[in-house]
């Protein structure tokens, strides 16, 4: 089974199966432009790269998760205010997407 992490320590949403079980954890609200942590795991550990990219069709960044099938990296909120989702695809045939909702509000 297939789970997706929706806020840092937020609720947790049913999707598809796939042979690894890739999780992914971060969303959340964050004021436009700021910093917040993002990590994965439970990918493929044969150091497939994974893609993460905005609704928007942003390529946020690559990386390779580890030996534990783990990644983190730090991600920049979108400038404009809005509700957007961050996507995680392993490159690999058998890996799904995975999903986490980023609320982005204005600086006051």
């Known amino acids: 089974m297939k789970r997706l992490i929706v806020g840092a320590f937020g609720a947790m949403l049913l999707a598809g199966s796939a042979q690894a079980c890739e999780e992914m ?10 910093q917040f ?14 893609t993460l ?3 928007t069709g942003e390529v946020v960044a690559q990386v390779s998760p580890d030996d534990n099938g783990e990644f983190s990296l730090t991600v920049t909120a ?9 996507t995680a695809r392993q490159n690999r ?12 509000v204005p600086r006051q």
């Open 53 to 55: 990219i905005w609704n």
């Open 78 to 86: 979108p400038t404009q205010p809005g509700i957007y989702m961050l």
């Open 25 to 34: 954890e971060g969303g959340g609200t964050f004021l436009s432009n700021s």
């Open 37 to 50: 942590p993002v990590r994965g795991f439970s990918y493929w550990t044969d150091k497939s790269p994974v």
């Open 93 to 104: 045939d058998d890996s799904e997407p995975v999903t986490i909702t980023v609320n982005v």
